[in-house]
């Protein structure tokens, strides 16, 4: 899978930290960017789309995207950054910065500006065409699955320095590799699945802290309300519904688990104004209370 990629080399890792309501925007950065929340909660917004994060959430980011990080406004936020050149001659000795176009003068100081674009640089450091990452890349996945325990390894190659080009060469192959695994399996998963009823489910899985309205999944996926349930049915063997419910369940587990949030702090982000209902649905879904939850998997 990696041919093609062999001039690739990852340029920078590290975890970054916000305080609750913190926001930070970036309009240009210079990097293919592998970011994942290791804690807390948040919104990523990446090139316009926005994207709720919470622990295990991943996105792979185009080369040249603009971002914004907000964190919620009641816990802190820690995310896992790992930013990927596509292609860096190889006889030349990297230099270990992310290039960032900020947006106004009151954003905080950074040491990744964008420099002129007649920086030697600058012309040395050059995307890749591949179809497989095109576009906004993202998903789930576990502590224990290995893309999340393979950025965490990474990010613990950058600290303490030096760093070894050779090394986040390999690095930077073996990376993709995973990415690459991780989008063969999914697409094995839903290769069955049609076409609307993929967009219907992303577009759940990006309302899930509001509250579940039908219309934005036959907006998205162009079809009537009647096409919606009969292909959950068909497909899913559930509602649209019950679906979003139990996918908003899970999102409310992570929180559990990764957040000091109280239960009903948990309902309302999640656009469950009646805590009593929250908790009768966490209940069923998992078979224990929210509370017991938490006490029995959380750190």
């Known amino acids: 899978m990696t041919q093609g990629w062999q001039h690739a080399i990852i340029i920078l ?58 964190a919620s406004a009641e816990e802190p936020f820690l995310l896992g950054c790992v930013h990927l050149i596509p292609s860096w001659p190889p006889e030349q000795e990297p230099q270990w910065q992310v290039f960032h176009e900020l947006p106004q003068r009151h954003s905080p100081p950074s040491s990744f500006e964008f420099p002129d674009g007649d920086s030697p640089h600058v012309r040395l450091r050059a995307d890749r065409v591949d179809p497989e990452f095109a576009g906004i890349r993202h998903g789930w996945a576990a502590p224990e699955d290995p893309l999340l325990l393979l950025g965490e390894y990474i990010v613990s190659c950058f600290c303490p320095q030096p760093y070894s080009a050779a090394m986040m060469r390999h690095l930077a192959r073996v990376l993709l590799e995973e990415l690459h695994v991780h989008g063969r399996v999914r697409a094995e998963k839903e290769q069955h699945l049609p076409l609307q009823l993929q967009q219907m489910l992303n ?94 998997h959380g750190r």
């Open 203 to 296: 577009t759940i899985e990006l309302m899930l802290e509001e509250k579940f309205n039908l219309g934005p999944l036959q907006k998205n996926a162009n079809c009537s309300r009647a096409t919606v349930y009969r292909l959950f049915r068909q497909y899913l063997h559930t509602t649209p519904n019950k679906w979003a419910m139990r996918r908003k369940m899970t999102h409310a587990a992570a929180l559990l688990l990764s957040s000091s949030l109280a239960i009903g702090e948990i309902a309302d982000r999640l656009a469950i104004p009646d805590h009593y209902y929250f908790s009768k649905l966490f209940r069923q879904h998992f078979g224990t209370p929210a509370l017991a939850y938490r006490k029995n």
């Open 13 to 70: 890792a590290n975890w970054k930290y916000f305080s609750p309501a913190e926001r930070i925007e970036y309009r240009k950065v210079q990097s293919r960017f592998l970011v994942w929340c290791k804690s807390g909660s948040g919104r990523l917004t990446v090139n316009g789309q926005e994207f709720p994060v919470s622990p295990g959430v991943w996105l792979l980011a185009p080369w040249n995207h603009r971002i914004v990080y907000q």
